[in-house]
């Protein structure tokens, strides 16, 4: 079921749609193994952008709506990303803008590494960006004829539904010399919180996506295929390969998959079977589909039942507890549905940002102030509210009789919540904590109370002298342990994971990570960890030992950017 486009062979029409999964090499890598026929990165630009303020991505009733902000490293540092790409299939580099000049320049250092480059000319949210400038019907033509004459790879325009007529945008990028073009980017939306009055999202608007765009995009690929002789690659709403079908038969030549991998990371090699089954049954081959709609045969649409909004709900904050000077426990009024171990919530401060945070008790999370957003946090008073997504990841794997719990820093709130369970279950705990000094050694006396502890301090002020690695000696290790739980600073972990690598223990080891989080849905990419692509937000934020040995924990994580720095 191979097909051609723009000269470009692909073993099958589905491609990953720009801005889901695309922030790193092992993030494409894992898409591209599940069978996609080609991958698009995120989008990149001249300077590193943080992007905006949180919420960035929230998941509502008919879809997504997203402002992430086109977050990136710039051209220049997303290289060592392409470098660790694998070409299981071919790479399509996103790249945007606010002139030919940039487009241009983005191009030219990455040339080496696509097999073609879609010019973002359609984000909705980003002033001076996207849908801005691609709304300009001479703009579209100049900076798509401009890239030609300087790039030599073949050039997609994806082209933005927030316009009067999209067909007259698709006329100019084919004027211009485009090889194709992508039809849809998302739509402009925007959602608010009756509780308080603000925009859920940080931007205030962003762009909708999923189930309820898909007619609006096949709308577009209809009207596109009757004006202009390039390709067409349709975008917006695909979550089977009914929906495949329906773009084909309305004139794309491949489709991007995007919003439906929040449901099913399998879905390529999932919708690539049934198509291959359809063509097979009914007797066809692809050519026979792709533009079936515009020759009167018939089509049939599928209904998807609704799925339940993940929105910020209203929390008021019950009581707060201080535990030293620069971190704080907030306790819930309310309770948290579907509550455990290791999972964390979205904690969105109005106004300000939204950011992760694990749960140190089932009506609790533990806060240590280290940036804006937590700043924030602390001037709340007892009776105020705050916004809460969630919980998300997967949790702690609760099992074992004799339990060694391995906390440092503010790792240590989340083993607290952990070791409670434990210590209803009336298991064996051991538990080694560590921190700076005597001051600020969270919750020592809670864990008393339920285990044997062991405590270090960097100043020698309590306990053993130097960090928590330091006690783990023949004495902790006399006894066997049916699991270890780990949590706190990345260094502390990578140096964990090699120890019990040594130790032959990875398999009875659990490792809760820390990275930023944007969406908290598995969507955006920004939290994923090399070589695997492991989205932290979703695949974790726990894992065994064994799935994390050989990746960057410890060695370098990315900022707001998606730049790469050093641990």
């Given at each position: 079921m191979g097909i051609?486009?723009?000269?470009?062979?692909?073993?099958?029409?589905?491609?990953?749609?720009?801005?889901?999964?695309?922030?790193?090499?092992?993030?494409?890598?894992?898409?591209?193994r599940t069978g996609a026929g080609a991958v698009v990165s995120k989008s990149i630009g001249i300077e590193p952008r943080e992007g905006y303020e949180g919420p960035v991505l929230l998941k509502v009733d008919c879809g997504f709506l997203n402002a992430l902000g086109l977050p990136n490293p710039s051209y220049k540092?997303?290289?060592e990303e392409l470098e660790d790409f694998d070409r299981y299939c071919p790479l399509i580099i996103s790249v945007f803008g606010s002139s030919s000049s940039e487009f241009v320049e983005v191009a030219e250092d990455l040339e080496d590494y696509a097999d073609a480059f879609e010019l973002n000319l359609s984000c909705p949210h980003v002033e001076g960006y996207g849908m801005e400038i691609g709304?300009?019907?001479?703009?579209?033509?100049?900076?798509?004829?401009?890239?030609?004459?300087?790039?030599?790879?073949?050039?997609?325009?994806?082209?933005?539904?927030?316009?009067?007529?999209?067909?007259?945008?698709?006329?100019?990028?084919?004027?211009?010399?485009?090889?194709?073009?992508?039809?849809?980017?998302?739509?402009?939306?925007?959602?608010?919180?009756?509780?308080?009055?603000?925009?859920?999202?940080?931007n205030v608007y962003g762009g909708l996506s999923g189930r309820c765009i898909k007619p609006i995009g096949l709308a577009a690929?209809?009207?596109?295929?009757?004006?202009?002789?390039?390709?067409?690659?349709?975008?917006?709403?695909?979550?089977?390969?009914?929906?495949?079908?329906?773009?084909?038969?309305?004139?794309?030549?491949?489709?991007?998959?995007?919003?439906?991998?929040?449901?099913?990371?399998?879905?390529?090699?999932?919708?690539?079977?049934?198509?291959?089954r359809y063509l097979e049954e009914n007797s066809l081959e692809m050519e026979d589909i792709i533009g079936l709609a515009h020759r009167k045969r018939k089509k049939k649409e599928k209904e998807k039942e609704k799925d339940r909004e993940i929105l910020p709900k209203d929390v008021v904050i019950k009581r707060i507890k201080r535990e030293n000077k620069d971190v704080r426990t907030f306790f819930f009024e309310d309770a948290l549905?579907?509550?455990?171990?290791?999972?964390?919530?979205?904690?969105?401060?109005?106004?300000?940002?939204?950011?992760?945070?694990?749960?140190?008790?089932?009506?609790?999370?533990?806060?240590?102030?280290?940036?804006?957003?937590?700043?924030?946090?602390?001037k709340l008073k007892e009776?105020?509210?705050?916004?809460?997504?969630?919980?998300?990841?997967?949790?702690?794997?609760?099992?074992?009789?004799?339990?060694?719990?391995?906390?440092?820093?503010?790792?240590?709130?989340?083993?607290?919540?952990?070791?409670?369970?434990?210590?209803?279950?009336?298991?064996?705990?051991?538990?080694?904590?560590?921190?700076?000094s005597r001051e600020t050694l969270l919750f020592l006396k809670e864990f008393e109370k339920i285990s044997k502890?062991?405590?270090?301090?960097?100043?020698?002020?309590?306990?053993?002298?130097?960090?928590?690695?330091?006690?783990?000696?023949?004495?902790?290790?006399?006894?066997?342990y049916d699991m270890i739980?780990?949590?706190?600073?990345?260094?502390?972990?990578?140096?964990?994971?090699?120890?019990?690598?040594?130790?032959?223990?990875?398999?009875?080891?659990?490792?809760?990570?820390?990275?930023i989080i944007k969406c908290g849905l598995g969507i955006c990419g920004s939290c994923c960890i090399d070589p695997k692509g492991l989205r932290v937000c979703r695949d974790g934020p726990i894992f065994y030992g064994g799935e994390i040995l050989n990746s960057e924990v410890g060695r370098y994580e990315r900022d707001h950017t998606g730049r790469r720095r050093k641990v």
């Amino acid at each position: 079921m191979g097909i051609k486009i723009s000269g470009i062979e692909l073993e099958n029409p589905l491609i990953l749609a720009s801005g889901i999964l695309g922030s790193t090499g092992s993030s494409l890598n894992r898409i591209a193994r599940t069978g996609a026929g080609a991958v698009v990165s995120k989008s990149i630009g001249i300077e590193p952008r943080e992007g905006y303020e949180g919420p960035v991505l929230l998941k509502v009733d008919c879809g997504f709506l997203n402002a992430l902000g086109l977050p990136n490293p710039s051209y220049k540092n997303f290289i060592e990303e392409l470098e660790d790409f694998d070409r299981y299939c071919p790479l399509i580099i996103s790249v945007f803008g606010s002139s030919s000049s940039e487009f241009v320049e983005v191009a030219e250092d990455l040339e080496d590494y696509a097999d073609a480059f879609e010019l973002n000319l359609s984000c909705p949210h980003v002033e001076g960006y996207g849908m801005e400038i691609g709304r300009d019907l001479t703009f579209v033509e100049d900076i798509t004829r401009e890239f030609k004459r300087s790039i030599s790879r073949p050039t997609w325009v994806k082209l933005t539904p927030n316009v009067g007529e999209i067909t007259e945008i698709g006329l100019a990028a084919e004027k211009g010399g485009a090889d194709a073009v992508v039809a849809i980017n998302t739509v402009k939306g925007l959602r608010i919180d009756v509780e308080s009055g603000y925009p859920l999202l940080g931007n205030v608007y962003g762009g909708l996506s999923g189930r309820c765009i898909k007619p609006i995009g096949l709308a577009a690929v209809y009207s596109l295929y009757k004006k202009l002789k390039i390709p067409i690659i349709g975008v917006g709403g695909i979550e089977d390969y009914r929906d495949v079908l329906e773009y084909l038969m309305a004139g794309a030549r491949c489709v991007e998959i995007g919003s439906a991998l929040y449901y099913d990371l399998e879905i390529f090699k999932e919708i690539d079977s049934d198509l291959k089954r359809y063509l097979e049954e009914n007797s066809l081959e692809m050519e026979d589909i792709i533009g079936l709609a515009h020759r009167k045969r018939k089509k049939k649409e599928k209904e998807k039942e609704k799925d339940r909004e993940i929105l910020p709900k209203d929390v008021v904050i019950k009581r707060i507890k201080r535990e030293n000077k620069d971190v704080r426990t907030f306790f819930f009024e309310d309770a948290l549905l579907d509550v455990r171990p290791g999972r964390y919530v979205m904690v969105w401060v109005r106004g300000i940002d939204e950011i992760p945070i694990s749960l140190s008790y089932k009506d609790a999370i533990t806060v240590e102030r280290v940036g804006k957003t937590t700043e924030s946090l602390f001037k709340l008073k007892e009776g105020d509210s705050i916004g809460i997504r969630g919980p998300f990841g997967n949790g702690f794997d609760i099992k074992g009789e004799n339990i060694l719990l391995i906390g440092g820093g503010i790792g240590i709130a989340p083993l607290l919540y952990l070791a409670e369970v434990f210590g209803e279950k009336k298991k064996d705990i051991t538990t080694l904590i560590g921190s700076r000094s005597r001051e600020t050694l969270l919750f020592l006396k809670e864990f008393e109370k339920i285990s044997k502890v062991f405590v270090s301090t960097d100043d020698g002020s309590l306990g053993k002298k130097g960090s928590v690695l330091n006690m783990l000696d023949a004495e902790i290790f006399k006894q066997e342990y049916d699991m270890i739980y780990a949590c706190g600073p990345e260094k502390m972990l990578r140096s964990l994971l090699e120890f019990f690598n040594e130790k032959d223990l990875l398999e009875k080891t659990q490792f809760s990570l820390s990275r930023i989080i944007k969406c908290g849905l598995g969507i955006c990419g920004s939290c994923c960890i090399d070589p695997k692509g492991l989205r932290v937000c979703r695949d974790g934020p726990i894992f065994y030992g064994g799935e994390i040995l050989n990746s960057e924990v410890g060695r370098y994580e990315r900022d707001h950017t998606g730049r790469r720095r050093k641990v």
